[in-house]
């Protein structure tokens, strides 16, 4: 499984929601929290070109924010991202 990285806070909603996804789907992450450490807010900036959180990269790939994450997920391509077996097809 690659490595995921999620840069956050500790009280953004959004972060609170990608946690519980990522811990749903039994996903290993690294949690980068940004409200404690001023240099980890302008490297998230820099790789992401995004200021708001949380940010997430799987492996190298940027996913983007909650809703991304959401997004993929619905459309079953975080699994295969995760190096998980998709869900099966829906009727």
């Known amino acids: 499984m690659p490595l995921v990285q999620m840069?956050?806070?500790?009280f953004c909603p959004y972060c609170v929601r990608a946690r519980r996804l990522l811990k749903r789907k039994g996903v290993d992450f690294e949690e980068i929290r940004v409200d404690m450490d001023e240099q980890q807010m302008r490297t998230m900036i820099q790789r992401s070109r995004r200021t708001t959180v949380p940010q997430i990269f799987i492996g190298?790939?940027?996913?983007?924010g909650y809703?991304?994450?959401?997004?993929?997920d619905q459309d079953d391509k975080l699994d295969p991202l995760l190096g998980k077996q998709s869900r099966p097809a829906r009727p």
């Open 60 to 64: 190298d790939r940027h996913i983007g």
């Open 67 to 72: 809703d991304d994450l959401v997004e993929l």
């Open 7 to 10: 840069y956050a806070t500790a």
